[in-house]
C-alpha cells in the first residue's frame, strides 16, 4: 500500500536560518511527489513537485525540495527562512501507473518560523 | 492552474441535517475529487466525482452518506447526509488534469462544517 510519512508533527527556526521538513514515502514503481502548503483558514497551496528528470526541484517561495530514490525522500528546503512560512506543510504522493491521479497525504508537519 | 471556488465557505448544522458543497472551476478539468480534513488531521480522499457517471468512493466512504454529483466539466457537489458531530471537517475539492506536465492537483478553498 502507498504510504507517506511525515516524520515530524513540527519543526521550528529562526527567520533566516535554513529550514528542512522531511517526508519519505512508500509506493511502488516510479511515484509522483508533491508539496502542498496550507495557511491558518486557507485552503491547499500547491508549492512544487517532482515527476521526472532533475532531483532537486524548485517550486514557489523560495522553497525547493530533493528527490532521492535510494531514501524514498523528498525534503523540503529553503535557504533562508521567513516568519511569513509559518504555516502546514503537507507532502503527498501518487501513482502515473493507472493515472487515477489519487493523492496521498502525510499527516502534515507545522512550520514555525521565530523573528 | 485553475480558480476554484467552494460554496459555503463555511456552515454549523444540526445533527440529522444535510448539506450540500459545490464546486465550481473557471474551465473545464478532467478530474475532480473531494478530500475531507477533520479537525488536526491530514486529508483523506473521499472520492472521485465523475462526469456523466457515478462517483468512485474509496474505502469507508459510501454513496448514501456521501452522494455526490458532477453535472459537466466544471462543477460538482457533495452532500455530507444524516450529519452527526463526527462529520465536523473542512471539505475539499479539488481539480486535475490528464496529460504530460498535468500532473498537478488544485484545491479550493475548503468548506468548514461544524455540526452541533
Known amino acids: 500500500a502507498q504510504s507517506v510519512a511525515q516524520p515530524e508533527d513540527q519543526v521550528n527556526v529562526a527567520e533566516g536560518n535554513p529550514l528542512t521538513v522531511k517526508c519519505t514515502y512508500s509506493v511502488s514503481g516510479n511515484p509522483y511527489l508533491f508539496w502542498y502548503v496550507q495557511y491558518p483558514n486557507r485552503g491547499l497551496q500547491f508549492l512544487l513537485k517532482?515527476?521526472?528528470?532533475?532531483?532537486l526541484v524548485k517550486g514557489s517561495y523560495g522553497f525547493e525540495a530533493e528527490f532521492n530514490k535510494s531514501q524514498t525522500s523528498f525534503h523540503l528546503k529553503k535557504p533562508s527562512a521567513l516568519v511569513s512560512d509559518s504555516a502546514l506543510y503537507f507532502c503527498a504522493v501518487s501513482r502515473p501507473s493507472g493515472n487515477t491521479g489519487k493523492l496521498i497525504f502525510g499527516q502534515g508537519t507545522t512550520l514555525q518560523v521565530k523573528p | 492552474s485553475a480558480v476554484i471556488s467552494q460554496k459555503p465557505s463555511r456552515d454549523i448544522c444540526q445533527r440529522g441535517t444535510s448539506l450540500t458543497i459545490q464546486c465550481q472551476v473557471d474551465?473545464?478539468?478532467?478530474?475532480m475529487f473531494w478530500y475531507r480534513q477533520q479537525p488536526g488531521q491530514s486529508l483523506t480522499l473521499i472520492a472521485t466525482?465523475?462526469?456523466?457517471?457515478?462517483?468512485?468512493?474509496e474505502s469507508g466512504f459510501v454513496i448514501d452518506k456521501f452522494p455526490i454529483s458532477r453535472p459537466n466539466l466544471t462543477f460538482s457537489t457533495l452532500t455530507v447526509s444524516n450529519m452527526s458531530p463526527e462529520d465536523s471537517s473542512i471539505y475539499l475539492c479539488?481539480?486535475?488534469?490528464?496529460?504530460?506536465?498535468?500532473?498537478?492537483?488544485?484545491f479550493g478553498p475548503g468548506t468548514r462544517l461544524l455540526v452541533l
Open positions: 479539488s481539480v486535475g488534469r490528464t496529460g504530460t506536465g498535468q500532473e498537478t492537483q488544485y
Open positions: 474551465s473545464q478539468v478532467t478530474m
Open positions: 517532482y515527476i521526472t528528470g532533475d532531483n
Open positions: 466525482a465523475n462526469q456523466g457517471s457515478e462517483a468512485t468512493y
